[in-house]
């Protein structure tokens, strides 16, 4: 190999890699692949944390998301050196996914030109040489094929890049020799529905390799201008993606809103834009708060605008198939996120699969592999079409809980505490007038009949007026909808609806920080940083929180409980907007809200005399940040159904968990486990406490109990930004002093086959097959399965 080709930046960075996955195999991992072409050739995938990227300051010494690197031959003695032989895009973010991404943070640290390039619907790829006359095609992060996969990404890839090449009469060793000169990574997406269907539909010929970058195959990410793309596509014969080059970020901003109503650009839908740009210097009036992006000034700078329709209507339709074939008992009984439910061709489509499963569950074989998506999807348009169709969508529209006047409308917050609720109501009513009154300003012994008497009394001076109360049971709804129907004519309600599809433990995690960052300053929920008491009152309103119902209210916003205060003010305005034929406001009207509102201080507070309650708790675990369910449900798939027999009758009979814990220590154990006791207790009263991440390897159970073995146990040593949390002395010594005994039996008990089976039988199952005695015990490893939590006092 050249030594010209040797880069000490770009060796110093895969250094770094390997020594990043030998302390921190989570943070980072590196898998080798063999090059097909020359197996004495071995070339190394890095694979990061997803949830990493996120973090400011990054924890990783790249961003790159797809990077694949070899190392060099060098003579005995001399130090290791290695190359970087492809390098994907640094990972992007949608609009308000993360702070930098917010249309007003980009403003101060963006600058033309701004390219818009249709964002393909299927799998990335990348084409880069090993050598100058041998080519690797891979997927985001691997090689080859794939044991029991018919054909992988990577190979149907490379099978493209054969077809194009032969297209234009070019050979692979012409394309490795060019790519070898310059430097350069190819970035494709693979869109082949006869390989693997995603969501839109690509015509045999549209299907291929769209190519829509090319980048510098170095540590920097520096990738080339559209023109330089578009020949390439052109000379090589891949399929070019459009762009569209506009100066300013105001006008990506218009533009996409107008192609947001629609979905559709040069009459085809789509998925969305990918924006291209790069860092500038921070413009004046740059603050903190703004958020510059986690990238130095020159280099490029990616991120998304997705749209809603119809791609993500398409999307709900097939998500929804997939649960309706996951499910185990009667269709009828299957729960669909309500947040899935807001169109009405999509609650048309539910009705019309279900018939369909039911029918000839055998033409849906394939649906869970990619295949027959498409063809499910356009046989129901078509059949929407038909007079029955027609007929039932004209029906579900008219028994559609809307009047055909509305005289005010009442914005009603679905939520719990923490969610952002109030600060929403805060800057909403800020922008447009709305009237607004808050429950927890009532301070009288009965305060609903006096909050709902403040609801009614301001919808006399405003067209909209907000009740801001959680509103999470349905009987408070359905209070105000007594209100809203006395009205002449009747008031609209309008939903503010915080979803609820993470996992409780994630909910619980990201209110409950919420509550401990806003202290005292609130009414009557103050935080407890020492005794957690505020936790307590959050699980209460989780277990007992009703779902919002379809013919509850007549419009809904639906909110994400993971959203920034900046995204969710973002996502309410729009939908206020839309509902209510409001006027946008700017989005420096719109930034001085969200400051508005992160800065209120309630004015009254209820003051008590009552002692808090002393720290009383009946366990201490780790609540692990996990979808049982969905993630076990995944894994086996795959499984003779004669293995997950047992799995099933919990789905079933809806046995399995619904709050994952990991026990350490009982109260019933604390005289002979003080210590652990002790350090549990420690960790817990930390006001921010540290994560612990761990695998979930073994699955085991018998006909009674299952339950997930817990390995790797350890301290998240890494600080995460997007949860708020460090690590610290006390978890550094829980970490360091947790016996061995009690490690080894951790375990989360997944499902017990009936109610008079204690939980507590998952231990015994544990502690049985760790010392070998396996008798009557299944068993199966579980790759790939890892979570992490904190330590919690837990009644």
């Known amino acids: 190999m050249s030594k010209s080709r040797f880069n000490e930046e770009d060796s110093k960075l895969v250094i770094d890699l390997y020594r990043l996955s030998r302390t921190s195999s989570k943070l980072v991992q590196g898998n080798e692949y063999a090059v097909p072409s020359d197996p004495s050739i071995i070339v190394t995938s890095w694979k990061m944390n997803e949830f990493k990227y996120y973090d400011v300051p990054s924890p990783f010494p790249t961003l790159a998301r797809g990077l694949f690197t070899r190392q060099l031959l060098t003579a005995p003695g001399d ?33 033309p030109d701004y390219t818009l390039s249709v964002k393909s619907n299927g ?43 032969a297209d234009r009469g070019k050979t692979e060793e012409q394309l490795a020799a060019t790519l070898w000169e310059k430097r350069w990574t190819a970035v494709a997406e693979l869109c082949d529905d006869s390989f693997e269907e995603h969501v839109l539909a690509y015509p045999p010929e549209k299907s291929g390799l769209h190519l829509h970058g090319i980048n510098e195959t170095h540590k920097a990410f520096l990738t080339l201008p559209p023109n330089i793309v578009d020949m390439f596509a052109e000379e090589w014969g891949f399929i070019k993606t459009p762009t569209l080059v ?52 020159g280099s490029s700078f990616f991120f998304k605008v997705k749209f809603d329709d119809p791609y993500m209507m398409y999307r709900d339709w097939r998500e929804v198939t997939k649960t309706l074939l996951s499910a185990k008992g009667p269709l009828d009984e299957v729960n669909i996120p309500k947040s899935k439910l807001k169109r009405q061709e999509t609650q048309l489509y539910v009705k019309w ?86 429950s927890d300003d009532v301070h009288v012994k009965k305060a609903a009949p006096v909050f709902i008497k403040n609801v009614a009394t301001l919808l006399k001076h405003h067209d909209v007026v907000i009740a801001d109360k959680n509103n999470h049971l349905r009987r408070h709804r359905e209070t105000l909808l007594c209100v809203a129907s006395k009205r002449n004519p009747p008031a609209r309600l309008l939903a503010l609806n915080w979803s609820f599809d993470k996992p409780p433990a994630t909910i619980h995690r990201l209110c409950g920080d919420r509550i401990l960052s806003r202290g005292d300053r609130h009414q009557t929920l103050l935080a407890d940083a020492e005794t957690k008491s505020h936790e307590d009152v959050l699980w209460q309103f989780i277990r007992d929180r009703e779902e919002l119902g379809d013919n509850e209210v007549d419009a809904s ?76 449900g995944t894994r086996l798939e795959e499984i003779p159904q004669d293995k997950k027999a047992f799995w099933d009758e919990l789905v079933a009979n809806k046995r399995i968990t619904d709050r994952p814990h990991i026990t350490i220590t009982h109260q ?128």
Not at 142 to 150: D, M, T
Not at 282 to 297: A, C, M
Not at 364 to 377: A, D, L, Q, V, Y
Not at 624 to 631: C, G, N, T
């Open 79 to 111: 130090e290791n050196r290695f190359q970087i032989i492809a390098r994907g895009y640094d990972k992007f973010f949608n609009i308000g996914e993360v702070p930098w991404t917010d249309w007003s943070s980009m403003q101060f640290h963006t600058g």
């Open 123 to 165: 799998c990335i790829i990348s084409i880069a040489p090993v050598t100058p006359s041998k080519l690797i095609v891979t997927s985001k992060h691997a090689l080859g094929p794939i044991q029991g996969v018919e054909e992988s990404h990577s190979q149907a890839g490379h099978r493209w890049v054969r077809k194009h090449l």
């Open 246 to 297: 506009l100066n300013s970020l105001s006008e990506v901003k218009a533009f996409t809103d107008d192609i947001a109503k629609t979905g559709k650009w040069n009459g085809e839908p789509l998925e969305g834009f990918v924006v291209r740009t790069h860092i500038t210097d921070p413009k004046p009036g740059s603050t903190v708060r703004d958020r510059r992006p986690p990238y130095p000034t």
């Open 353 to 438: 699969v279900k018939e369909e499963i039911k029918k000839n569950r055998t033409a849906f074989s394939e649906f869970n592999k990619g295949k027959g998506i498409i063809s499910t999807r356009e046989r129901f348009l078509d059949w929407m079409k038909s007079k029955q169709g027609a007929k039932d969508l004209k029906d579900l529209k008219e028994n559609a809980p809307q009047r055909s006047k509305f005289g005010e409308t009442i914005i009603v917050p679905v939520a719990i505490p923490g969610c952002g609720k109030t600060a929403v109501s805060i800057a909403l009513a800020h922008l447009f007038g709305f009237g607004h009154t808050q």
């Open 557 to 632: 916003i639906e909110m994400e409980v993971e959203d920034s205060l900046e995204a969710a003010v973002s996502r309410a305005v729009d939908g206020c907007v839309q509902i209510l034929g409001l006027q946008k406001p700017s989005q420096e009207r719109i930034d001085e809200a969200v400051q508005i509102a992160r800065e209120y201080e309630p004015k009254t507070k209820k003051t008590s005399d009552k002692k808090a309650k002393g720290f009383e708790p009946r366990y201490f675990g780790i609540l692990p940040e996990i979808d049982l369910q969905k993630a076990i």
């Open 668 to 795: 019933k154990n604390r005289s002979e486990q003080l210590h652990v006791w002790e350090l549990c207790e420690a960790v817990h009263r930390i006001p921010r406490p540290p994560f612990f991440s761990f695998n979930l390897a073994y699955l085991l159970w018998n006909d009674r109990v299952m339950a997930l073995t817990v390995e790797d146990f350890e301290l998240v040593t890494e600080s995460d930004g997007n949860v708020d949390t460090y690590p610290n002395h006390e978890g550094s010594i829980f970490i360091s002093q947790l016996p061995h005994q009690i490690r080894d039996i951790l375990h989360i008990t997944v499902g017990t086959a009936n109610s008079s089976i204690p939980p507590v039988e998952a231990k015994a199952l544990v502690e049985a097959w760790r010392h070998g005695n396996k008798s009557g015990i299944n068993s199966l490893e579980i790759e790939g399965l890892s979570a992490r939590g904190r330590v919690k006092g837990l009644t």
